[in-house]
Structure formats: C-alpha cells, structure tokens
C-alpha cells in the first residue's frame, strides 16, 4: 500500500470513527425510590471528613484531631489507632481493599504505592488490619524520585507521613478502590522531597508573621492566618482517535508541527459558547467524580480556543485545594478517556491559538476566639481600622512581589510555560501587580502626603478608604495581561501554567508576604516607638511602601512592547526562558528568603532547581526525538510519495508532448522538501552541540536557544510543505480536524 494511502486510511478512518460517536449516558447517585440526589447530599461521601470524624471518633479523640487540623498542631499519637481503626472501618463498609499514603513528589504529579488492608492474626487466618502507625507513616523507595543532587541514587529510603489537615478519601476504579492518605515525602535525614512540606511550611510561617502584624495593630483575637487558594484549571479536549495518530501529542502533549487552519479562534465565537454535547457529558461525569470526593468545582465554561474548557472551584485553605486540584486534573485524565477524549493540560498544546494557564486565586482569611471566623484580609472592611488594615496587608504583598518577582518568576517556568508566557493570550514574563484605578489613586494619594497628620479619621475621609467596600466592589475592570492582579478581594496569579503544581507557586507567594509582613511588623514598631500613635504609625508605613514598590505596580497593556521598554527602565526583571529563570531560585535573595523563614533549606532549594533544570532539558530532548522521528518517518516519506506522484505525471505529459500542469507544484515540492531536509540537518547540527556541552545550565541554555530557534523553524517548514500537498497524502491529523470535529 502506498505511503499516501496509508496516511489518507488512518487519519480518515478517525474522522469516521469519531462522526460516529455519541455523548456517554452515566447513571448519576438516586436514592432507594430512584430520586435523583442532590449535590448536597452524596458531596465529600468519599471523603473521610469533619462528619465522619465527629460521627465516628470518640468526642474526646475527635476534638484532639480536629485541634491538629484547624491549628496545625501536632497529632497526638495516642489516638492514631482509634484514628485508624474508624478510617478502616469506614473504609471496608465502602468496599475499599488496599490504602496508600497519596502523595507529591517533584515530578509535578502524584505517587502512590498501594498495600491490602491484609494481615494474618495469631491463628494464620487472614484479617483486615490498619494500625495508627500505618496511617501515620510509611516508607516508599526513594531512590527513583527527583531529589536533585540532595541523596545519592543508592540512599533508598524515604517517608511518607500523614497530613491530617487534608482529607482521607477513597479514589474509585473500574475494579476496585483505594483509601488514598493524603501525605508529605522525607528523606531520611528530614530533607523534603515533595510539593506539599514546603507548601505546609509556608502556610504556618504565613500565619505567624500576619497574627504578629495583626496583633501589633491591635486585632488580638486573631489566632491564625491561613492562605486561601482558588485554582481555575484550563484544558483541551481531543478525540482519542486523533491523538493516537499524533506521536507529538502523545509523547510531549503539544503538537510539534501542524498548519493553520483558515478559522481558528479569531470569530472569538467558542468563548462562553454552547458546551458541545459530548463535552457536557464529559464535564457532568468529572464533576459528579469530583464532589464525591469532596472538591467543589462550581464552574465550567468554554473557553477562548476552539476545543478548550475551563473548571474552576471555590476557595479552600492552600495546601486542600493544592490538593484537589491534583485531584482534578488526575480526574480529568482518566474521565476524558471513557468519552474517548483525551485531556490536553499542556500550556501551549497548539500553536496559534490561546494556551491553558491556572489562574491561582489567593488570599488570607482569619480565625481566632472573637474575630469575624474566616474573615478575608484582603476584603475593605466596614470601619476606617479595618481598612487601614486592608490598606497594610496590600502594601505588603506588594512588597513581598517587589522583592522576589524573580523567584516568583521562576516558581512558574516550565518548557510548557514557556510558549505560553508573554504570547498573546498570556501574562508576560515580567512579574508586576495590577492594582486598578481605586487603589492606585488611593495609594498615590497617600503618597502625595495628601492624607497625613494625626487625624487619621479625617486622613481616612479624605481618601475615601472609610467607604471601600462599596467602591471597591466593581471598581475596575480586569486587567488579563497582569500576572499577578487585584481582582476585589484577592490577588489573581494568572502566570502559572496549567500543567503545573500550584504547590510552588503559592508556597514561594506565601514567603514571600511572611517576609515583607515581618518587615512592616519591624516598620510599625519604630514609628510607635517614635511617639507616633497606631493609625498613624500605619498610615506612614503604608505611604512608604507604596513609593518603594511603585515600580512593581503596571496598570496598562501587558502585552505591549512599550510596557517591555517600561519595565527595564523600572529595573523589572525580563526573563523569557525557563533556564535563566531557574537560576532565580539559587540566588542570595532567594536563599535568604526561603532559608530564613524555615521554608526550605538552602539545600531543598538548589535541589530544587536542579529539578526542575534537569526537567526541561528531559522534556526538550523528548520534543527533539520526536520531531526528528516524525520528520524522518512520516513527513519526509508522505512528501515524497507525493512527489513522485507529480513527477510522474509530469514525465507522462512530456512522453505525450502536452503541457504539464502538475510542473510548477512539482518544482514547488521539489524546494519544500530540500529546506525541510536542510532543516533537519540544521536541528541535528544544533541538537549535537548541545548534546556535548558539560553542565546542565550550559545544556539548558542551549536547547531554550539554538536547539529552540531550530525546532521552530523545522516546524514552518513541514508547515509549508502540510499546506501544498495533497490532503490525502498527509499522514497526521490536521488542525481543522482536531479542534473542530466532535
């Protein structure tokens, strides 16, 4: 069979196959008389949580546990057995069989090792067991987990212990479920391993510097801080049929090569558009999945590229909703397949059109005996204090950003990120926060001195802050080219890719305002020192702060070239590619930041980067195999084949004496595949050098750069050749069929 018959076969035969398909019926949760159940009612039943607890544990066990999970205070190991014994209890009535400590190791996904609930008593006769030290801790090999250089290959052992403040939750299967133990991952010598201790770090040293803060401006009730998280999760859906035809997609989630098709998503037609029926039904089976196991995702939508959708949850303490939203998009994978899709999280899966970010939402709410439970410190408040105080904990996180956009920088590069960042539908590579019209003019005011003095009732009436919650509600409109943006209540982190752990991000955001909240705490107490009373001590220490990091502050387009000039004028950081961005990670100010807050030794955090380093060369040289192998066995063989077809017909016309048509496509054919074959060989030249480099950061470099620039430019030339030839001799699924046939 001819090359360009067996291409025209497969790529079309998935076009028949999915024409065919129709949306998977799925039997949602009723009740005995076969009413169907509410939300409410069947929401977390796969979920050990805070109803199980008090239901099944004594009251005095259950209140020891609820102190450890609502005040991160360490669990008593007296009543892990009681513990264990109701969580397996529990579990055996949902017919669960195995357990396993659930946890996240920097690979950017989830791990687990699962062992039966079976042990022997002293007859030799099998029975279910789980014991508090089981759910405390278990040891999984370490030794094939990335560490980054912090244990050697042949030091095996690791820890996996418990975090209660996450629920335990049963993951179901086709044959089976799994009591999954939401955990943390140690070396032997206490190192972290993982996404989650630092995050858990972060969240208690958070807390501590905001309670200091709050408490020295008079709020003595507050007893904790904690971070809240919202993530949207962006994706693409594919049939299965097509990606089984693309390598690419498959072995790096982002298409390699691929021509533009006439529409894309200039009508701007899909945003917000009829959810596909096939697709709905898709979403209905992932969100009942999802709330069985206790995550609230409220929204779904179309998003702006053909074939591309969006979930989004409501807000949880961090380190829940880091979570869950592995969870979902562990949910995403395995649902999408029994609809016969495949999910792409990839941050740029197809060139041209708009990639996938997380957008992480954040803010800190309070608890404490006497204050307002779950109050929001970035919510203007109904008194000039407390939005004095609203205006303090602003400047903050401005600071926090101003001092460490380079590392938050580099929390969120990635080979993924990297073709998403400062594209057209994505924040820019440069770190600045958008405030909106209200705010700014608040804090330029009181830059200008136009509210000071020791009337600070007065200076609160003159800039309007006594009223904020009722301007502050829609004052502005959002600015979509801001990586980091005020959005009413909460600070948006638009730049984090969608593929990614928010885990980083959000542990290197949440350092980085401890930091700066210790800082206005130190600010504070040397102007009431001074003499100065409290709201006015405030007052001049937010005014301070505002000058400081106005350079951080961009109201404008994001994606402009002007604002690019703009911000190397202010002295922002610009860096474009992951490598150089990775280095931001091992600088002193880095170092001093995460060390210095007990976040992360300096050794958990070059190892970091030496991860995540080591990651991107792993993920280019994969792109760099595949297209190679793409070219040299399906591209370069279809053009080929199609040249032949040509230059035979054009030798036929000639025997016969007539004019050829086919000539001039011929001689078109003939340069195509001569610049696709010079770019290969200029792709291998590239590759090889790098490949002979000695140091990661040399190898690095050079992928993001030369190996980069020629991949690219092989790409436009298999582009140009997918655009010329007969469309049956095209092996691979093409754009138009791939983001518009459902």
Known sequence: ??????????????????????????????????????????????????????????????????????????????????????????????????????????????????????????????????????????????????????????????????????????????????????????????????????????????????????????????????????????????????????????????????????????????????????VQAFMSEMELELYKLGVPVKTRHNEVAPSQFETAPIFEEANVAVDHNQLTMEVLRKVSLRHQFQVLLHEKPFAGVNGSGKHCNWSMGVSGPGSDEGENLLEPGRTPHENLRFLLVLVSVLRGVQKHGGLLRAAIASSGNDHRLGANEAPPAIISVFLGEQLTRILDSIERGEASGKNTDAAVLKLGVNKLPEVMKDNTDRNRTSPFAFTGNKFEFRAVGSSASPAFPVTVLNSAVAEAMAEVSGRLRAEMAAGKDRDEAILDVVREIAIETKAIRFEGNGYSEEWVKEAEKRGLLNLRKSPEALLQMVSESSRKLMSGMGVLSEAELVSRCHVRTERYIKNLLIEVDTIRQMVDTQILPAGFGYHGRLAGEVAACRAAGVDAPQAEALQKMTSLLNSLKLKREELESAFQRAESLATEEEKAAALAGPVSTRMAELRRSCDDLEAVMADEYWPLPKYREMLFIS
């Open 1 to 278: 069979m001819a090359n360009g018959e067996w291409g025209s076969s497969a790529r079309f035969q998935a076009i028949r196959e999915i024409q065919a398909r129709s949306p998977r019926k799925i039997a949602f949760p009723t009740d005995e008389a076969g009413r169907p159940l509410r939300i409410s009612e069947y929401f977390g039943q796969n979920t050990f949580n805070l109803e199980q607890m008090k239901r099944r544990l004594p009251k005095e066990v259950f209140q020891k546990l609820q102190s450890t999970i609502e005040a991160g205070k360490k669990l008593d190991l007296e009543i892990a057995n009681t513990v264990a014994q109701s969580i397996k209890e529990w579990a055996l009535e949902r017919g669960v069989t195995h357990f396993c400590h659930w946890f996240q190791p920097q690979t950017g996904s989830t791990a687990e090792k699962h062992d039966a609930f079976v042990s022997f008593d002293g007859q030799q006769r099998v029975i279910e067991k789980f014991s508090g030290s089981q759910l405390i801790q278990s040891e999984p090999d370490a030794s094939s987990f990335p560490s980054g250089g912090m244990r050697t290959t042949f030091e095996a052992r690791g820890y996996t212990a418990w975090d209660p403040s996450s629920p335990v939750f049963v993951m179901e299967s086709t044959n089976g479920k799994t009591l999954c133990i939401p955990s943390v991952f140690l070396s032997y010598h206490g190192d972290a391993l993982d996404e989650k201790t630092a995050l858990i770090r972060s969240m208690e040293v958070l807390s501590e510097k905001a309670r200091d803060l709050l408490h020295l401006i008079g709020d003595s009730a507050v007893a904790r801080v904690t971070p809240t998280l919202g993530v949207e999760q962006e994706y693409f859906l594919i049939d299965r049929a097509f990606v089984a035809h693309r390598p690419d997609l498959i072995m790096t989630g982002r298409s390699l090569v691929g021509g533009q098709p006439p529409k894309g998503q200039q009508l701007e037609d899909h945003y917000f558009g009829s959810i596909p029926s096939r």
